[in-house]
């Protein structure tokens, strides 16, 4: 009985054996036939300007880390370490209007490589522009805050200009509007309620901001209320939860409010919410980008804030006291103005400097202006249409045009006396206003206009 025990236990071990080897070698027979995964590489345009473009490079199946070569016409134009499976590639010095042709290659074999890629820059916009000014007011301090261009035959600005009645006396009624028809300036009275949120009492109070959309959906702010025009004709107005420095929106149903105090508010087509921010800062302008991130930024005495707001959620991304000790390529100074039309970058302004931030950005940005004296000075504003068609306009009548390759500053329209804090653009026309000192009791509304 036990021989035959230890025969029986013997041979299940070897069919345990058996079974073992028939599963290690079906196992090998089917490596043996699966393929190898060869790594795979493609690249895509994600943006360009005349002298830049930004590529995505994705991989799959690629041991990482390793290191890639950037061809550009065939000749190896960078060299990237690479960690991450996708990656956003940026190539410099470019020319504008030119073609290229792109593609990626691993260090350490000829192959594989990526798809030709054919980027063509964008080519610079013209630096000539004629230029009209104008001066509105008769009495006491007149000025404008801000601008909006519909089309070169409509366009308004916001503030508040006080002239003389019939009988020769001082209006105290300010008209707080002024609309271009293709062939004069027109002054207008919005009316506001002289209190809210009460919504009561009437008169043409001082307005803050602008924003069109269009001809149909004209928003226009005076404290901490809206007034709405369709087709040059106020249709209502209402309180709002906050006080208005800046308006900007991406449609009739989704318009933003910043203001004093860290204030923001959005209107969603049905009412006004109230966002927390998070700071006390002064917000002082407001501008999305495509894919819904809006971006606020402001200043008080001695410090200043740069907002990010998605699905109605507020984030402080930078928040600095100032003045900073200067830093190349990080923000140095009070940030008063920004732009951006699309989803990678924004444009953020200072009084010194032009900054270019990716959209994650703490307080890093690429600095813009050129390395002079001569560029760098109280500026207020930032509006363009492009990376190639960008204008700064701010203290002492100074204004800027980036044309995707350069700079230029028109000293012709330079003046001690005159300051501008509020600017529209379109493809061949800014507008910027302001005022212009006459003496210490008398200001005048002014507004100069550019024409390629």
Known sequence: MLLSKSNSI????????????????????????????????ALTLEDVSC?????????????????????KNNTVTQTFSLSTHDTLLYIDSLLPNQTYKFKVVLTNTPQPTTNELSITTMDTTSHEFSWQSWEFGECGSSSLYDVAI?????????????????????????????????TKWELKRIMFYTFCPQSTGNGSYPATSIFALDNENIVISSTSQIAYLKNGVQIKRECIPVSVNKLWGSSSSDLYAVGNNGNIAHWDGVSWRKIESGTTIDLLDVWGSPNGTVWACGENIYKTVLVKIKNNLANIVFEGTYPMQQVKNRFSDGLLSLWTNNKNFIYVLSPNN????????????????????????????????????????????????????????????????????????????????????????????????GKK
């Open 150 to 182: 519909i089309d070169e035959n409509n366009i308004w600005a916001v503030g508040e200009i006080y002239m003389r009645d019939s009988l020769g006396n001082c209006d105290p009624n300010a008209y707080n509007a002024v609309h271009w028809d293709g």
């Open 354 to 449: 032009l900054y270019r931030c990716e959209n994650n950005t703490t307080g890093e940005g690429r600095e813009l202006y050129p390395y002079n004296d001569y560029f760098k000075g109280a500026y207020l504003r930032l509006r363009a249409t492009s990376i190639n068609n960008l204008f700064t306009s701010g203290n002492k009548s100074t204004i800027t045009h980036f044309n995707g390759f350069s700079w230029k500053i028109y000293d012709e329209l330079r003046n001690e006396d005159q300051l501008l804090v509020g600017s529209d653009v379109v493809d061949n026309l800014f507008v910027t206003v302001g005022e212009k000192y006459e003496n210490i009791f008398n200001y005048k509304g002014l507004i100069i206009v």
């Open 51 to 71: 002298t830049e473009a930004w590529m995505q490079l994705k991989t799959t199946n690629l041991q990482l880390p390793t290191t890639i070569n950037v061809l």
């Open 10 to 41: 013997q041979s299940i071990s070897l069919l345990i054996l058996l079974l073992i080897l028939l599963l290690l070698s079906a196992q090998s027979c089917k490596q043996a036939t699966e393929p190898r995964l060869e790594p795979e590489l």
